[in-house]
């Protein structure tokens, strides 16, 4: 009786939430009695101690969640072929191609109420925008993007472009800066050998008006994920068609903290803490394949727009900053990552160890039978571990040492790693020499980079956009549409929000 009325009273409390709209009252009430059920049979042992002691986090995923957490369907598939669960025919005209995909994304979800990836859209619209008015298309497009934000408010909605020009590209970078969405978080595939110049140089103004695209190394994510590959969520590297079952991550700063040396990290509490997330994510793949109704059921499985085996686990990780900051105070070294050479080989050498362990891993369900590591863009309860693999905001090397170290970690992370470099006014005056910034990080190791204003409004906060004024308007008791933007009121994130260094050209 006791917990009964402690539910009823937790219930309430959700209900009654002013700060909350009804959908944001109605995820919660669902989160809430999803995480009543117990962790996935086969959960170790060891992983109720190192949730607890914060080593480990489970991201919010739920204790028996009923779907993957990412998905990418198949848009393309959609337009040409329709979709009878929906009662849609294949799309002739731009007009019937977006009023498609927005019933499309309706329908859609992930571990949430919304897709976390609308499709390549360029390569999806092109062939319907070429056939219309140039005017009458972005007329279109325009209220097309607006739907979205409208109706999608999360930040973590993501739609992709490149790596050629297009019509529809140069439409869209048109369009993002005038309309100053949040949503949807867009992804440049970039190709030096192919994304023209001008194009990039484009997008990279529209970056700094409205923080919008970023720019993903196409070939890298080609490679290692696979050619019809979509960027999804923040900045996750997932097949289309598929997506990645669920996304668990090391506290690698905790981990440090709670290590007694140097050597009982990398000989015990390392392992350890690996092993137990690796079983974890073990867990809950097999429970959501075997035990849930999504892949037996769902339309978007029963009509191929995606499929079971394009599926991966993404094993995370947050904190290497500080991570390899403690390792060296515990080996009375006073080298800091980003400013010492010893303190970033130990970067290296953190994740060649939990890279090793990931790949000689097995799993049955997840695509080619392992999983892939990602560099997480924070959570609440990340005191002690910054975003990833990121050098702490504010004690950031001169620039082009730090994009040389971002280069070093990068390149472990096939399905999601990424570095913000805000700029100051003097950037819109130097677009070449903004490009030849972000050239130069690829060509030293980064995959994926970002930029904005940092004096504007929008503003990317780990792997997400986010306004400036709806943080204030929350943080007044005000109700905002955006899901999001919650997430840098708590404590922990909010210190992503300041303390970028700002570069300039000047």
């Keep these: 009786m006791g917990d009964c009325k402690l539910c009823q009273k937790q219930i309430e409390e959700i209900m009654n939430d002013t700060k909350l709209t009804y ?52 848009y393309k598939k ?31 979800h992930s571990i949430d109420r919304f897709p976390v990836f609308l499709g390549r859209l360029d390569d999806l619209l092109e062939e319907y925008v070429i056939k219309e008015d140039r ?179 993404l094993f995370g ?14 080996s009375g070294k006073t080298g800091r990552m980003g400013h010492d050479e010893e303190a970033d080989q130990l970067g290296v050498k953190i994740l060649e160890a939990i890279e090793k362990a990931v790949n000689e891993h097995y799993c049955p369900y997840s695509y080619k039978h392992r999983f892939v590591m990602h560099s997480q863009v924070g959570a609440d309860g990340d005191e002690g571990n910054s975003a990833g693999t990121r050098i702490a905001y504010g004690d950031e090397p001169q620039l082009y040492e730090h994009l040389r170290n971002c280069g070093l970690y990068h390149r472990f992370f096939p399905s999601g790693v990424g570095d913000i470099f805000p700029f100051d006014e003097t950037a819109f005056r130097n677009l070449d020499a903004l490009l030849d910034i972000f050239k130069g990080g690829f060509k030293v190791g980064v995959k994926y980079m970002s930029t904005y204003l940092g004096s504007g409004d929008l503003i990317r906060v780990t792997g997400y956009l986010v306004k400036r004024s709806e943080v204030e308007k929350l943080k007044k008791g005000e109700v905002v549409a955006n899901d999001s933007i919650a997430l840098v009121v708590d404590k922990t994130p909010a210190r992503h929000l300041n303390g970028k260094k700002v570069q300039s050209f000047d």
Aim: proline share 5%; aromatic share 12%.
């Design 135 to 313: 005017d009458e298309a972005k007329k279109i497009l325009k209220w097309f993007l607006i739907n979205i934000d409208r109706t999608m408010s999360d930040s973590f909605v993501q739609a992709n472009l490149g790596p050629e020009e297009t019509v529809t590209g140069n439409i869209i970078l048109e369009l993002l800066p005038e309309l100053q969405n949040i949503t949807p978080n867009m992804t440049l595939r970039y190709d030096p050998n192919i994304t023209p110049d001008d194009f990039a140089k484009k997008a990279l103004d529209s970056a700094l008006r409205c923080a919008n695209p970023a720019f993903a190394l196409d070939e890298f994510y080609k490679e290692r994920v696979g050619e019809e590959y979509g960027i999804a969520s923040c900045y996750n590297g997932l097949l289309i068609g598929g997506g990645a079952f669920t996304l668990t991550r090391l506290r690698l700063g905790t981990i440090a903290a709670n290590s007694r040396s140097y050597d009982d990290f990398f000989e015990n509490r390392l392992p350890l803490c690996i092993d137990t997330q690796l079983k974890f994510m073990d867990a809950k793949i097999r429970n959501v394949v075997e035990n849930r109704a999504f892949f037996s059921s769902d339309w978007m499985v029963k009509e191929g727009f995606v499929y079971k085996d394009k599926f991966v686990g």
């Design 23 to 74: 959908w944001q009252r109605t995820d919660s009430l669902a989160k809430y009695a999803e995480n009543l059920l117990d962790y996935p049979e086969g959960t170790p042992k060891e992983f109720y101690e190192l949730l607890k002691s914060g080593e480990i986090c489970d991201l919010f995923e739920g204790h028996g969640p009923k779907c993957p957490r990412y998905i990418l369907p198949d």
């Design 78 to 108: 959609f337009l040409k072929e329709g979709s009878s669960f929906l009662r849609i025919e294949p799309a002739k005209t731009l007009y019937e191609a977006v009023n498609s995909l927005q019933i499309f994304y309706h329908n859609a």
């Design 317 to 330: 990780l947050v904190g290497l900053y500080e991570c390899v900051n403690t390792l060296m105070e515990k």
